[in-house]
């Protein structure tokens, strides 16, 4: 059983906790103790977990990631207004190999999808997103992923799978369960042109920093249609997490950050949530504790809507074009926007689901003007494929 990999939390947190009022998270978190064992799973909505592999990691780490510090700071977090029920499940150590590491990793992100827990993985290097990703096979045929991430990590076709390079195995590994791929925040500059190009060949959605810095609200629809979502701790700028090396000084700030995880607990599709290359300074122990909070923060206000003209909580919409009629949803519960692409059919996704895209009402009022949404435009392409 993968489970019994897990390292209960250290007695050094344990100890911590221990003087912690009692609104606060370390005293509302079961946990993985070596005195008691691993905390029950029944009604659990969330699962924390570490990672400490770093063996493929693109740039070589000098030491082991210290998520006794990140624990600390989250634990001293107060609990919101929440219904959810939270574990603590320990860490995974590095294994004999990697590839041990990433079995280890795939069964216990299984195990916990199997149980409608939703795990939040610390991870050392970006490449665990594969292993988690590889979680879902057997449980859902088709997903979407999101990585927040400076860079698409496609690496060179020959190159060892790594924290710059996963994405290229993921979208080569077999069985292919792929349909999606997004990435929120690149920065040009740290992206070959031949990768950008491959991402709208493969009609990816690509979305560059500064685009969504000045609207952090655009993230919103990319994430409510995700599975797993990947960050990576460089796409937020130096300053913030009180690094130099290996960090931009470009990038999200904590506030921006924040925001964009909020979005990811809200979408009531993501299951995974991973969280990798962060460094061990107060500030970078901090901003992950308070980016996991605001994760927590949006599960608590999922909602579960599907879109239908039946519907009284939606209102339909149909903007006629040249060459098609856009069909739009609104709900009148969250505000939040769906368009149909008519040609993703249950046969391209492998799902039951109906052709509903998530997107936003400037999508809808730049129809009205006669212009087709991208994203619409890339998963009607898609679909053709």
């Known amino acids: 059983m993968a489970f019994d990999f897990l390292v209960p939390v250290s007695d050094k947190v344990l100890a911590f906790s221990e003087f912690l009022p009692p609104q606060s998270l370390g005293n509302n978190i079961h946990k993985h103790t070596k005195k008691k064992g691993l905390p029950v799973f029944a009604n659990a909505t969330v699962a924390i977990f570490g990672v400490l592999e770093s063996r493929n990691a693109f740039e070589k780490k000098p030491e082991k990631l210290d998520i006794d510090a990140i624990r600390i700071q989250l634990y001293r977090l107060m609990m919101g207004n929440w219904n959810s029920t939270l574990i603590d499940i320990g860490d995974v150590e590095a294994g ?3 590839e041990d590491t990433y079995f280890v990793v795939k069964e216990i992100v299984g195990g916990l999808l199997e149980e409608k827990i939703i795990p939040i993985i610390i991870g050392a290097t970006q490449d665990i997103t594969f292993p988690t990703y590889r979680a879902f096979d057997g449980i859902r045929d088709m997903i979407n992923v999101v990585s927040i991430d400076s860079r698409f990590d496609f690496g060179e076709d020959d190159e060892l ?16 369960n792929l349909f999606n791929f997004s990435n ?35 993230a919103e629809p990319i994430l409510r249609n995700a599975h797993l979502v990947s960050l990576d701790m460089r796409a937020i700028r130096a300053s913030e997490m009180g690094v130099g090396s290996h960090f931009s000084p470009n990038g999200f700030d904590g506030r921006e950050i924040c925001a964009i995880a909020r979005y990811a607990g809200i979408s009531d599709k993501v299951s995974v949530f991973g ?4 460094e061990n300074t107060s500030l970078s122990a901090q901003l ?26 939606f209102t339909k919409f149909n903007v006629p074009m040249d060459t098609e009629e856009l069909i739009f949803y609104k709900s009148h519960v969250t505000e939040r926007w769906w368009i149909e692409v008519p ?15 998530p997107c936003t009402q400037q999508d809808y009022l730049e129809a009205c003007n006669q212009i087709i949404p991208e994203r619409w435009l890339k998963a009607y392409k898609k679909g053709l494929n």
Do not use: C
Request: charged residues 25%; without cysteine; glycine residues 4%.
């Open 184 to 218: 929120i925040g690149y920065q040009s500059y740290f992206n070959a042109q031949e990768e950008i190009d491959l991402m709208e060949r493969l009609f990816f959605d690509a979305y560059r920093l500064g685009e969504i810095i000045s609207d952090i609200t655009l």
């Open 288 to 313: 992950v504790a308070q980016i996991i909070w605001y994760f927590i923060e949006g599960i608590s206000f999922r909602v579960r809507e599907f879109p239908s003209s039946n519907d009284e909580d």
């Open 275 to 278: 969280i990798y290359e962060m």
């Open 161 to 176: 799978i790594s924290s710059h390079s996963y994405m290229s195995k993921i979208i080569t590994d077999k069985p292919n």
């Open 343 to 357: 040609s993703i059919i249950p046969e391209h996704t492998k799902t039951n689901s109906a052709a509903l895209l």
């Open 96 to 98: 004999d190999t990697v």
